[in-house]
Every structure is written in structure tokens, then in C-alpha cells.
């Protein structure tokens, strides 16, 4: 190596290590728009314009039922199957993602590869009509590895990127970022809908086609603020195993580990269980008004803003709590209110019981999300691999929402009634509740961490 290059790889390693200084501001504002950029996927993608879409495409006036692979489905259930199993992918695949990134130093790679192949795959979803169904259900299929496949990387940023004291705070400010960016853009889509004509829209398909294709621009256009200021990561490890053995292996160490951690372990599951519900609210809610209430594709969409918009000071509302009352309780409230929703859910049939439903949903829907985040990253012990605990979580929550989609379409298949689906959520989130009421916090971790 000569000089110049001597002098570089210095001058690189400095600017890491100084990227890498914690409660960096500059880092941590790249780091949180990684949520303004990639949360138009779940908002436009699973939550709002392509659900109603692929109901449009996939029904008609006497039928629900379309036929995949020789097989008759309940359209809605086949989208339930359709995510389920692209979390199982990402479940499967995740371990050893981690641990390729953990021994290659590249984890920022890895989370710009997930990124654009989210993104791609968005784009393409304007060519899904009713002559290509496996279109769809593919682009859909690796869309949503590709969304939750960056997120293992950049939830893993978390702990490397500010202090525990710090925790709730940056990540509500994430999702904060996140609900403003994608609001935004869903409003665009909406005034396309909404009003065509004013863009000189004369095919009534065009705008919701088109508003894939802006996914895909908005996630990779603005990812790149994050990925230009986010440190590659540093090799752990020199690697001495077979990766694929390594990755589960890691995995089976923390599953070892969790047994001396009682409180974690306990804490784990109780997410494990609630968040089966919360997903599945995101991922169901407008096919439960479209199909269920026959609401207009501009009340959808505007009751998903509500959410939005609520959502906002609702992750800085419970942030707030938790730092008043602790993490624990503010958690316990929440999942209180999520038990009320789902049972309120049945009993809706009016555009204005599902706003003012929307509106509840919104309220604890960001405090859950950021506090059950950052809620985790406090529990972990400081002597061990960050990286391999945030993908024994990461899968924790693919795999509850593997099962409650699974679950959601089974039982919408089997009994013909999307609302006795909706029953099924209570319980998870009952069983949640009571496994977050178990959770015993020490005094030192109410000092330090002010998780009581």
C-alpha cells in the first residue's frame, strides 16, 4: 500500500469512526429517514391503494372466489396467504443475512440490496391486471421481503447509533418521519384518484398504476440521505464456519441465552403475541372496510390518513408516558386500547364508526410500533452481539405475522366472514397482555433505563 492510499484508508477509517459516534445528530436524523422513505410501502403498498386494487382486479359483481394454480380462493384470504408466506421467506433467510453481514462488514450492502429490490418490485406492480394474477401476488410476494428484509439491517443501527436513554426518543422519531413522508405521497395518489381529470387522466387504472411506480422512486430517492451518511459496519469476527450453520447458530445461542434472561424472554413473547394483532390491523384494515363496510376507495383512503396523522403525536404521546411512567405500563396501555378496538371492529358498519375507529387505531398504533423497538433494544445485555439479538427479534415478529395472516385468511375461508377473523385478534392481544403484565423490571434497569 503506498502513501496515498495509506493516507485515504485513514482518512475513511476516521470519518467511520466519527459517523459511528453515538447521539450524533447528523447520523441520527439519516438514520430515522430511512423511515420516511421506505414507509410508503406499508402505507400505499400493503395498507391502503394495492389492497383495494387487487380487490378491484380480482372480484366481480357475483363472486369473490378466483382461481390460482387449480386451486378456488376467497380473493382476500389468497392476499392473507400471499404476505404469510413472504414473511416466511424473510424468517428463513434472515438469520443468515445477519450473520453474512456480521462477518463481511457490509451490512449497509445488505440493506441497499432489500431496498431496491422492495422498490423494483413496487415499480412493477403497474404492469398487474386481471390477465396476470401471479404478477401481482410475486411483485407483492417480493415487495414485502424486500421491505422487511432492509429493516433487519436498519433496526440493527439502532443500538450503534445513540445511547439506551435515547432509545424511545430516536425511535419515535423515526416513525414520526416516517407517517409525515408517506402521508405526503399518499395524498398525491389521492388527488389522482380523486380527481383524474385534472392531470388529464382519462384511463381510471392509471393512477393507482402509477402510484406504484412513485413507490419505488420515493423509497430509493430518498434512502440514499440515509445510505450516504450510515457507516458500512466493521467485521465483527473473522469467520471460521460455514455461514448457513452460523446464522442459526447465532440464533440458537440467543434462544440459549433468553433462558438465563427470564424478563426478555418474557417480554418476547408478549410481543410476539400482540404484534400478531397490530400487523395484521395494518395489513387488513382496508380490505375489512372495502370488502366488509363497501366503503368508497376515498373514505379507505382517508380514513388510512387519519391513522396517519394521529399516528404522529401518537408515538410521541407514548414516548412521553414512558418516560413518565416507564415502558412496561405505557406498552400495557396501549394493548388495552388495541382489545378495545377489535372488539369494537365487529360491531362496525358506518363510514363514520371506521373513521372513529381509525382515529383510535392511529393513537396507539405509532406508541406500539416505536416503544415496542425501542422497549427491546433496553432489555439487551450490553456484553453481547447487538446484531444477532435484533434478528432473533426481527424474526419474532416475521413469524407472528406469518401466523395471523395465515390465521386471518384461513378463517375468512373457512366461515365466509372476514369480521369473525377480526374476533381472532382479541385474543392475541389478550394473550400479549397478559405475558406483558409478567414482565418484572429491576430497580437498576428503573434507574438506568426507566423501563418500570
Known sequence: MNNTEQVSSASDSSLQNSQLKTNNSRLINAWAFYDWANSVYPLVITSTIFPIYFNSITSTENSDIIT?????????????????????????????????????????????????????????????????????????????????????????YLPEITTPDNFDRVSAKGFSLGYIGSSLLLIFNLTMILYPE?????????????????????????????????????????????????????????WNELVHQLNLKTYLFAFFFYNMGVQTVMYAAVLFGDKELKLESGQLITSILIIQFIAIGGAYLFSNLSDKFGNIKALTWS??????????????????????????????MGGIQSLSRSTYAKFLPKDREQNAYFSFFDITEKLAIVLEMFCFGLIEDITGDMRNSVIALTLFFVVGLILLLRVKVQDSMIEDLNIR
Not at 221 to 240: D, M, N, R, W
Not at 335 to 361: D, K, P, Q, R, S
Request: glycine share 8%; net charge negative; charged share 10%.
Open 198 to 254: 385534472i392531470y388529464g387522466i382519462t384511463d381510471d387504472s392509471f393512477p393507482a398504476r402509477f402510484s406504484f411506480v412513485l413507490v419505488g422512486v420515493w423509497w430509493v430517492g430518498f434512502a440514499q440521505i440515509t445510505f450516504k451518511y450510515l457507516p458500512e459496519g466493521s467485521v465483527e469476527h473473522e469467520l471460521k464456519e460455514n455461514i448457513l450453520s452460523k446464522g442459526y447458530g447465532e440464533l440458537k445461542r440467543v
Open 68 to 156: 390460482f394454480f387449480g386451486h378456488d380462493f376467497v380473493n382476500t384470504a389468497l392476499y392473507s396467504y400471499a404476505l404469510s408466506f413472504s414473511f416466511l421467506i424473510i424468517a428463513l433467510i434472515s438469520p443468515i443475512l445477519s450473520g453474512i453481514a456480521d462477518y463481511k462488514g457490509n451490512k449497509k450492502s445488505f440493506m441497499k440490496f432489500f431496498c431496491y429490490l422492495g422498490a423494483v418490485s413496487c415499480s412493477s406492480m403497474c404492469f398487474f391486471d386481471s390477465s396476470n394474477l401471479w404478477l401481482g401476488l410475486t411483485s407483492m410476494i417480493l415487495a414485502s421481503i424486500g421491505f422487511s428484509g432492509s429493516l433487519i439491517f436498519y433496526n440493527a
Open 335 to 364: 394493548v388495552l386500547i388495541w382489545i378495545g378496538i377489535c372488539i369494537a371492529a365487529y360491531f362496525v358498519y358506518e363510514a363514520n364508526e371506521f373513521y372513529m375507529l381509525a382515529a383510535m387505531v392511529g393513537l396507539v
